[in-house]
């Protein structure tokens, strides 16, 4: 039996079952709720690494991440996110963004799974609903950015917080940049499509720079977020296209695994 827990604004929800005892009803639910609340999140999972490709799969083709090697030969799809104690830079990811929006097709769903966490409210992963971001948008600014473009580095702000990791297991890799709407539809609801980590400027170069302060204050406020708090075990999912989200600060040791789908 699968159970529903909305957070507080439904951004996002717990939702409550054993990942691999799911049926296909079970499954419906399952993207139904991703698709309402923009991210989901089950505690106490065992899924190795083969039954956690098997479930990302039904979720669309895996991607590889263009920045760091995978896990291994058997499971490249699979990317390790570790904070170890003796880092002295940034938490990987440490900035709101949406992964990979530097490539011309970025990842609709990322998938992390916690496999070492810190003590419990230590190391949490905040997300901000970009349905509530929009839907707060002041109308003048919606038909501003209604056909407005935004560019986007790998080389954006938040590179910085994954130095430590690409010295041990970086991939050769040049400068990824893209384009992308800012306002998109998604299931009938507007979004505001816009990684601030990874943003360098507008299409448009005509757009008032004081618009990219202004678009970040407003993507961030504080009620569009909630912060989610982690145990071993845990699995997160959320859209891409609906929900930011970053690492918050902390110190310790932390090994996550993450996944992203097309």
């Known amino acids: 039996m699968l159970k529903i827990i909305p957070n507080k604004k439904n951004i996002g929800a717990e939702l409550v079952c054993d990942l691999n005892k799911i049926n296909n009803s079970s499954l419906k639910k399952i993207k139904s709720a991703l698709s309402k609340y923009g991210m989901i999140y089950f ?3 065992k899924l190795n690494s083969d039954h956690y490709v098997k479930f990302a799969k039904k979720f669309g ?4 991440y263009p920045r760091l090697k995978g896990l ?4 490249p799809q699979i990317t390790v996110v570790q904070r170890k104690s003796t880092d002295k830079g940034p938490s990987f990811g440490e900035q709101f963004h949406t992964d990979s929006i530097y490539t ?3 990842p609709r769903f990322t998938m992390l799974l916690s496999k070492l ?16 971001a929009y839907e707060k948008l002041p109308a ?6 209604k056909n407005e473009k935004c560019i986007f580095s ?25 384009k992308h709407k800012l306002i ?12 601030p980590g990874h943003f360098i400027g507008f299409n448009n170069s005509k757009i008032d720079k004081k618009l990219k302060t202004y678009l970040f204050k407003h993507q961030l406020k504080k009620s569009f977020q909630y912060s989610l708090e982690w145990e071993k075990n845990q699995l997160a999912i959320w859209d891409n296209r609906s929900m930011l989200h970053q690492a918050t600060a902390f110190k310790g040791n932390r090994i996550m695994h993450r996944i992203t789908v097309q």
């Open 104 to 106: 011309k097709k970025p």
């Open 72 to 75: 291994n030969k058997k499971y």
């Open 43 to 45: 505690r106490n999972q």
């Open 61 to 64: 083709k895996l991607a590889n």
């Open 154 to 178: 790998s080389e954006g702000p938040i590179s910085v917080t994954r130095l430590e990791r690409e010295k041990e297991k970086g991939k050769k890799a040049k400068e990824l940049i893209s």
């Open 140 to 145: 003048n600014f919606k038909r501003k950015f």
């Open 184 to 195: 998109r539809k998604i299931n009938s609801k507007y979004t505001l499509y816009c990684s």
């Open 117 to 132: 966490v810190p003590k419990k409210g230590k190391a949490n992963t905040d997300f901000c609903s970009q349905y509530l």
